[in-house]
């Protein structure tokens, strides 16, 4: 896989608890997923802790690098929840209470019959410049400030806010794969596989073994934005492979 | 979480089929774990495509930062594999079949009764000053060069290697941790953890919501390397948060 003019996504997950090993992630598999979709593949994560200097040179190198950067994170209502502010210093933009997000939380929490405190109005702190992202479930937005799209860690906020995100941003043409799986040893199929992925260097040919139950097994993807290229090529993959027609 | 003088640890995982979201990473987790129990916490992680300059990157920057680097992925027999040559070049270190490497893989194929190709000779290139990492189940070593220890994808490979390499390294103190889960909103118990975060300076405070089953519940977790500090922390925690003493 390599950067071309079409657009690139990178990733930011922000939290001592993947970090700690106490959580295992699971925002990244459903952002690549999505973002594979939408033709915004995704070239690089990182995860970092809840350290001030850590996000913010993380949020400037990638969103120099890449089209759009995703974060996930850090937004609650807690002394740790420090991404906003973070966001903002990598911008040089001022951050504060904004009327907008008060109203969305104050609405939400008039609802509820919950009480709106301090430790609750820090989620209406959203930069200066930045359009807010709907987070149906518990009202607190993420927001976009440039090309840096902040959402909660939580699992099921995370993936609210992106299918409110991701619609707005613009896709390349979305990546197409095909994989076949055997039950061979990589080093056997690995001669051909070269030389497929060096005459199709329009795609890009993976190959990912496994092993268990005491036997490996090998699967190739081979992926690409031309349908009938794929085709071919698993076609002549097919043949290396001694693969029966269906 | 901030560095001190204690040792530190990153990971870079390399595989675009995480990135593509075909695979789901298994080995961050797993490290995150086996490392804070070494008392080698890992700061950073990084998932990179299987491109050379962007492994050769991360390489170098992680390797300057961090006491100890460890990399999953990209060191198999085919041609998307090229982990081995990438942390070669990011130290300036010349790469080929290794004596040593070959014998390993020789042995093992002809208990096998395997052919060696050209193919499986590449999992024998191991960068110039390299030493070995053990590989009980498939033969092909990993390595380390410098303060990076580069380790096959596989999960029961990754796991089998960083047993070989782990305890060759020097830990800090082990970082300990306790937590409790309530069932309350995070909004509610943040004004009294964030204080407690400040009298315990020497500690950190996490607080993760999670949201399941219409409810909110949040799980605050204590960390640090002095039991006791940790106890006596985890007993003002309780009283704010209204548990009874059991």
């Not at 996000?55 to 209502?77: D, K, W």
């Not at 209470?97 to 820090?122: C, F, K, P, S």
């Amino acid at each position: 896989m390599t950067q071309s003019s079409s657009p690139t996504a990178a990733m930011l997950v922000i939290g001592d608890e993947i970090l700690s090993g106490r959580t295992r992630d699971a925002n990244m598999h459903y952002l690549a997923g999505e973002l594979v979709k939408h033709g915004l593949p995704l070239f690089e994560v990182r995860v970092v802790s809840d350290d001030r200097a850590a996000i913010i040179a993380a949020v400037q190198a990638l969103s120099e690098q890449y089209t759009h950067v995703f974060t996930s994170g850090g937004i609650g209502p807690t002394h740790d929840d420090i991404t906003a502010e973070c966001i903002a210093a990598a911008f040089g933009a001022s951050i504060d209470v904004r009327a907008d997000a008060r109203a969305l939380l104050q609405a939400h929490y008039d609802a509820m019959g919950t009480e709106m405190n301090a430790a609750r109005l820090r989620m209406a702190r959203i930069p200066d410049g930045a359009a807010l992202i709907a987070n149906p479930i518990s009202a607190a937005p993420g927001f976009s400030l440039g090309n840096v799209h902040v959402m909660a860690g939580v699992p099921a906020i995370f993936q609210a806010m992106l299918a409110d995100i991701l619609p707005r941003l613009q896709g390349g043409d979305p990546v197409l794969s095909q994989s076949v799986t055997v039950e061979k040893a990589e080093g056997d199929i690995a001669a051909g596989l070269g030389a497929l992925a060096e005459s199709y260097g329009d795609l890009s040919f993976g190959s990912y073994p496994t092993y268990s139950d005491g036997r490996y097994r090998v699967t190739v993807v081979v992926r690409g934005t031309d349908g009938a290229r794929i085709d071919a090529a698993m076609a002549e993959l097919a043949q290396q492979l001694d693969l029966a027609a269906s």
